[in-house]
Structure formats: C-alpha cells, structure tokens
C-alpha cells in the first residue's frame, strides 16, 4: 500500500512512541499526586507543554491539552459563545470550516439562538477579508475560521481577519489542525486568540489535542471537575498522549527546521506534473500556491473520484465525497468553492507525508493513470 491520506491521519513516530511508553509502564502516576510518582507525571505534562508553547511560540501556560481536536474547537467555539452571552450573540465561521467547528456553531444557533454569518469562499478556497469585515456586527462575539483546509489545503489569510475581530474587540479562533507540522504556524504572526492543533495530524497518536489561549481571553470550560488545566479543562491528563505530542511538536520544530516540507512538496508537485500529462483535462481543486505543502486535490474530468481509487487499491488516498444512505453527494467544501457537481465528485485527495518516497510518488502515479483510463463510470 502506499498511503496518501496523512490529511486523514499519520503514522505515530518513533520518537513519540519512545516519550510515550515510559508513561504507559512504569511512570504511571497521576500528575496530582503530591509524591514522587506524580511528580515524575507532572514533569513530563510540564515538559509537553514548553515543546508544544516552543511550536506555537507562546508562553506554556497558553497550552491547554483537550481530548481531541474536535474537543478544542468546541472549547473555543462554546466557551466564548458561552462566557460573552452578555455581550452578544452573533459568531461568524467560512463555509469550508470542518464539522468539528460547523458542528458546535450550528447546535449554538439552534440550541441558544446564537446569530450565524457563514461567509463565502472564491474557486480557489480562499475566504475575503472584506466579507468579514462585512458580517461584523455590534453583537459579534467570535470569528472563527481555519487556517489551513483539509480537503484542498488552501490557506486563509488569517492575520488579516484576526486583526479585524482583535481591533473590535471580537475573539478570534483558528483551526490549524491540518497546518500544523506543515507550515510555520506561530501564534503571533497568525495574531489569533485562540488555535485548535490536532495530534493524529502531526504524527502523535489520535485522542489528543491542544487549545492555544491567548492571556485574556474568558473562556468557559465545557467539562468542569478537578481544577486541572487551569481550570479550563477537568480531568486527570492523559499523560502518555500529553508526552506523546510534546514529542511530536518538537519533531515537527525540527523538520520545519530542515525545511523538510520543500521536500515534500516537491514529491507532490512530481505527482502533479505525472498526472496532468497522463490525463488530458486534469484540473487542481485549491490554491495553487498558498496551500499545504503535501496537499494535491485533483478532479479526474468524466470520472467518479470513489471509482478511480477503487481501482487502485494500492493508494490509499480520499475522495471529497460523503456517503449518506447509499447517495454520494459531492464534497460540501469543493461545493462551496462553486465546483459542478460532476467536478467535485470526480476528486481525489493526495496528501502526502514526511515518509512518502520518489518511488512511491512514481508508483502512485502509474497506478492512478491506469485507473483512470479504465474508469468508465461517467463515460
Ligand atoms: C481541520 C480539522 N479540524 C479538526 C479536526 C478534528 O480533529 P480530531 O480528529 O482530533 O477530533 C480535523 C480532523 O479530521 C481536521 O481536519
């Protein structure tokens, strides 16, 4: 198999899995404890929380560990809906955010009677500064949109928004999970709030994420117990998982270091090329240029994305659509950036990793063109 899903999720790296295992077997305390087995736990929360403040470029008391990334955008998203109730009632998100920030700003809307403004993308993904600036209202409490996509991995300008809301005195939210170990993200350059990471994309294992929260910021908890993570936060941390990504975002440091992600890019820009001369009519699905490294949507003119990569079962790779009751509907994101029907569902999302190989690529390629040129499902 030649995996080209790492948008979907990546391997666990070694070095993760070393700084985990100690906390799996014999440093099992819990980091509450006043003795020396809580200490040794404490230690290492406090050692996860310097390596991910370092990728973030924040103070480490900016870091508060969650669940998931799913947990951390509903962490941002409800805690400050929640906790400025009395100063408004309007959150303004893009319409190619994930269900993981969707999710959480719809239930406010139809569960508390939040105000949604959904603004739009261009073709290329990208959403304009200046509809933002347009949805601002005297009641707006939020802004949030992603920084990178997931599907496309166009990405937004988010500086440029985030100084609209901070200048209003609006809280600013970004979702860098897919960004992340890709491309520099450093909380001040991105001049946001608050910022969601997710493990599983960077190479640290899934059940784990991160709220970066800018000093200042109210925020009400969503799970409340124990006092742990400033409060923010209950329940006792999951000190393997916690250990695992601070090892992993010191990783990503070092590759970012290395500018590591050129390699890659260049990788996928060799499977582009491949492609485009293989198959007449190939058009890419993004930003050409200010997207993710790794990222290469693709739509395969007269073809179903799904049936391509049935046929080449040794790519593992992604469509944009979504199955609902045996219907396939075209990708709400590729929709959104006002791709037909026929050309949403004829993509294929290849993303690459830091592992992925010439010869993989090579192979990829040849495997992907034979498809095709079998594919009859929209001839
Ligand atoms: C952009 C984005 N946000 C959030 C998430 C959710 O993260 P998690 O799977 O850790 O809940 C994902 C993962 O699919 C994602 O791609």
New binding site residues.
């Given amino acids: 198999m030649i995996y080209l899903d790492h948008n979907a999720t990546t391997p666990v790296a070694s070095e993760v899995l070393d700084a985990m295992r100690p906390h799996l077997e014999t440093d099992f305390g819990n980091p509450s404890s006043t003795h020396r087995y809580g200490k040794v736990a404490n230690a290492a929360i406090e050692l996860a929380r310097a390596q991910v403040a370092a990728l973030l470029g924040c103070a480490a008391d900016s870091v508060v560990f969650t669940g ?3 947990e951390a ?1 509903n962490l941002a998203i409800k805690g400050v809906a929640l906790v400025r109730r009395d100063d408004g009632d309007h959150i303004i998100t893009s319409a190619i955010e ?1 269900p ?1 920030v969707l999710g959480p700003c719809r239930y406010l809307q139809t569960r508390f009677g939040y105000r949604l403004t959904i603004v739009p993308v261009d073709e290329l993904g990208v959403v304009d500064p200046d509809d933002v600036r347009r949805a601002i209202e005297p009641g707006t409490v939020l802004v949030t949109v ?1 920084h990178a996509n ?1 599907e496309v991995g166009t990405l937004q300008p988010i500086a440029e928004i985030a100084r609209l809301a901070r200048e209003r005195g609006i809280a600013m939210h970004t ?1 860098a ?2 960004s992340l170990g890709k491309v520099a993200v450093g909380v001040e350059a991105l001049e946001v709030d608050l910022l ?1 990471l ?1 493990g ?2 960077m190479h640290a294992p ?1 059940g784990i ?1 991160v709220l970066y929260v800018r000093p200042g910021t109210r925020l009400d908890p969503l799970v409340h117990g124990g006092g742990q993570e400033h409060g923010i936060r209950a329940g006792t941390e999951n000190v393997p998982y916690v250990a695992g990504l601070g090892a992993a975002c010191e990783l990503a440091a070092r590759r970012l270091q290395a500018r590591a992600p050129l390699q890659v890019m260049r990788l996928r820009d060799r499977l582009h090329t491949a492609l485009r001369s293989a198959v007449p009519g190939l058009v890419l699905n993004g930003h050409p240029d200010d997207r993710l490294p790794n990222t290469l949507n693709v739509s395969f003119p007269g073809r179903d994305g799904d049936s391509v990569l049935e046929r080449t079962p040794s790519v593992a790779a992604a469509t944009g659509s979504a199955c609902h009751a045996g219907r396939t509907n075209p990708s709400p994101v590729l929709t959104a950036m006002g791709l037909s029907p026929e050309r949403a569902l004829g993509a294929v999302r290849l993303s690459l990793g830091y592992d992925t190989t010439v010869a993989e690529i090579d192979a990829a390629a040849a495997a992907l063109t034979a498809a095709v040129a079998l594919d009859t499902s929209r001839a």
């Fill in positions: 998931s990334g799913s955008d994930h993981a992603m997931n979702d999970a897919q969601t997710a599983h994309k899934k994420g």
